[in-house]
């Protein structure tokens, strides 16, 4: 089920990929560019800045498998107990619910430091917990940081990539290694589908509220979600 539920992160690459299209085309070529610099001996202000970046956000990957993968194990058992993931599911509403009450944050791309970033992952590993959102999460503590809105989001869905592909690796070969797929591959490929398409309009969704500083309504669905939880967990429902 943990591998399952991991495809339909797999299948949110493709919106992230789609809806931040121009940032990650801009992203990639400014890097290349970079590369290519170190290599002739020229060095630009931008090329400094985009390998800062690249950097950067691998750092913040690492401190998010640093923190997250000794506790695999203890997340994982959290999946099982409904009354702990209300709580989580109502922790992530109280905390887009600060986000939307924030002064206008100052820091842009050129002021992203070390400290930012593991701020950031570290954020996005107790996120690995069921019912703490990683894209809450993470936009939410960036912006905590002092973070702009806009960059707080691109930031938050670079590393995402690079942190759900690890964390499906991982998880592939957990399963493999103790008797393989229990799923056929044509339900596989609909999880997938479904959750790239149903992705896209989610996360324009999310932009959307994240620049108009409304975050406060993700925060209502998850404290009704959380009570719902809650009060089916206490009845023995779940």
Do not use: C
């Not at 299209?21 to 560019?33: A, D, Q, V």
């Not at 970079?34 to 800045?49: A, H, K, S």
Request: no cysteine.
């Amino acid at each position: 089920m943990i591998l399952f539920d991991l495809i339909f992160h797999v299948g949110t690459l493709g919106s992230i990929a789609w809806v931040f299209r121009e940032s990650l085309s801009t992203f990639i070529g400014k890097i290349l560019s970079g590369l290519y610099e170190l290599r002739t001996g020229e060095d630009t202000p931008m090329g400094q800045l985009y390998r800062k970046l690249t950097f950067l956000g691998l750092l913040s990957v690492f401190i998010t498998g640093a923190i997250g993968f000794p506790l695999k194990a203890m997340f994982e058992q959290v999946f099982a107990n409904p009354l702990i993931i209300s709580g989580t599911l109502a922790t992530t509403g109280v905390i887009l619910w600060f986000t939307d009450h924030l002064t206008p944050r100052k820091i842009g791309l050129r002021q992203i430091g070390i400290g930012m970033a593991i701020i950031i992952g570290a954020a996005q590993a107790f996120a690995l917990m069921p019912g703490l959102s990683r894209s809450g999460m993470t936009i939410a503590f960036a912006l905590f940081a002092g973070m702009q809105r806009k960059w707080a989001a691109e930031y938050s869905f670079f590393i995402a990539t690079h942190t759900i592909l690890g964390a499906s690796l991982l998880k592939t070969i957990e399963v493999f290694s103790i008797g393989g797929l229990t799923l056929s591959m044509p339900v596989l490929i609909t999880v997938f589908t479904v959750s790239a398409i149903a992705g896209i309009f989610a996360l324009k969704i999310v932009i959307h509220l994240l620049y108009k500083a409304q975050f406060r309504v993700f925060s209502y669905y998850l404290w009704l979600l959380a009570a719902g939880v809650a009060y089916t967990s206490i009845k023995g429902i779940l």
